[in-house]
């Protein structure tokens, strides 16, 4: 069984200008009726002093304020205002039929009663009201708790910047949109959509009501104008902020591809430094005439009984044999590679050198690399010289004199 609720209850009322029965005759009376109901009370008519300041603080403190508004009093309407703006329900006693238009909409026509007993009697109706939580429903899906007060703060928010002179007004409308949201409130759920839809209504309502002022409706038509500007402004600042995301999403993409991109031009460019050095060294040792004088007999000898093993369908001259070792590693490492795939009898023959006869082929091994070949009848193929893209006019010179010159064994 679900343990009795109970509330603070603030008594407000005119205090000020009265005589002793007038402000405590009616608090007596009530008193009596919340001491039978369990509930507590916060009576501003038993202090000594009584400021507003005070007041203010007791309402904070309070969950409900009952207020016996039997003659105007503008301390007591400020009481209402100030609870309201709070979220805290208000109920109205208007025992000789004030009617104030403002306080109908702040409180809310079901909350104004004409006497003690039926005031006493809409508290079970109010506790109900305290304990329901109305989840607001975002468009992303994601939920929260309503909150009055958060509303009082965006509506007083758009009424600045609309330049609105009116402190009451965002209050009527906040007040107004609390209580229909505890009545449209589905299953204990309401859409944020709806929210902003009975603000608009709300203000269109103040803005026809022929019982408000002119100049009340004359601000409630502004209001209304700049909510919706509002709610455009935040519309498009929503759309803002997802593009800007998608775009945050791409940048991040196209930053990693960016890194990997730096990372193979870095190896790439070391890899293209370390080729050209190669390519250089061998262009200043052929044009010296030192390729193949460079190394010795005993060297060349050496290199020719090796390659035997490893290329045995390949013959290699002087010549040959001399540029390779003269060269770099890694010129040396491009060169071999092309021989492994000659021994593998994928001789491509595709580019001859013009003016040889018996014919000379040439290979590219990449790099700028040349290798010159010729095709022998005994299934094997003689390799006759090595060079590169910036010695090919002298190789192709030397080739065609020695085309007819035996290969060396």
Not at 196 to 222: M, P, S
Not at 283 to 301: L, V
């Amino acid at each position: 069984m679900r343990e009795k609720q109970i509330l603070n209850i603030y008594l407000a009322g005119p205090v000020t200008n009265c005589n002793e029965r007038q402000k405590t005759e009616w608090r007596k009376r009530i008193k009596g009726n919340l001491a039978n109901l369990g509930h507590r009370w916060i009576d501003p008519a038993e202090h000594q002093t009584w400021t507003p300041f005070k007041e203010m603080v007791e309402i904070d403190r309070s969950d409900v304020v009952i207020a016996n508004l039997w003659k105007e009093s503008v301390g007591t309407v400020i009481g209402i205002v100030q609870a309201r703006s709070k979220g805290k329900p208000v109920i109205l006693v208007d025992p000789n039929y004030l009617d104030n238009v403002v306080l109908r909409h702040l409180v809310g026509k079901d909350y104004i009663v004409h006497g003690i007993d039926e005031a006493t009697n809409l508290l079970t109706q109010i506790v109900e009201q305290l304990n329901k939580t109305v989840m607001v429903r975002k468009g992303s899906g994601a939920e929260q708790p309503f909150s009055a007060t958060k509303l009082h703060v965006a509506l007083n928010a758009v009424c600045a910047r609309a330049h609105i002179e009116d402190a009451l007004l965002p209050d009527l409308v906040a007040n107004a949109v609390h209580r229909k949201v505890l009545k449209s409130a589905r299953n204990g759920e309401i859409q944020s959509e709806q929210i902003k839809l009975l603000v608009f209504d709300t203000l269109g309502e103040i803005a026809t009501d022929n019982l408000y002022e002119q100049e009340l409706k004359h601000r409630a038509v502004v209001f209304r104008d700049a909510w919706q500007e509002h709610e455009r402004v935040k519309k498009d600042q929503k759309w803002a902020l997802q593009y800007i995301d998608e775009l945050e999403h791409k940048l991040d993409a196209v930053g990693f591809e960016t890194e990997s991109l730096k990372t193979q031009i870095v190896s790439l460019t070391s890899e293209n430094k370390d080729l050209r050095r190669s390519i250089r060294a061998s262009e200043r040792q052929t044009q010296a005439g030192r390729s193949a004088t460079i190394a010795s007999e005993a060297e060349i000898a050496e290199l020719r009984k090796d390659f035997l093993n490893y290329f045995p369908s390949l013959l290699f001259t002087d010549a040959a044999l001399g540029w390779l070792l003269s060269c770099d590693k890694v010129a040396r490492r491009s060169i071999e590679s092309k021989f492994r795939l000659m021994t593998q009898s994928q001789i491509d023959g595709k580019h001859e050198v013009p003016g040889t006869d018996p014919l000379v082929w040439q290979r590219d091994a990449g790099h700028g690399l040349r290798i010159y070949y010729r095709q022998k009848s005994n299934d094997k193929t003689a390799v006759l010289r090595i060079g590169t893209k910036g010695t090919q006019e002298s190789d192709y010179s030397k080739l065609k004199k020695q085309a007819k010159a035996a290969v060396t064994a």
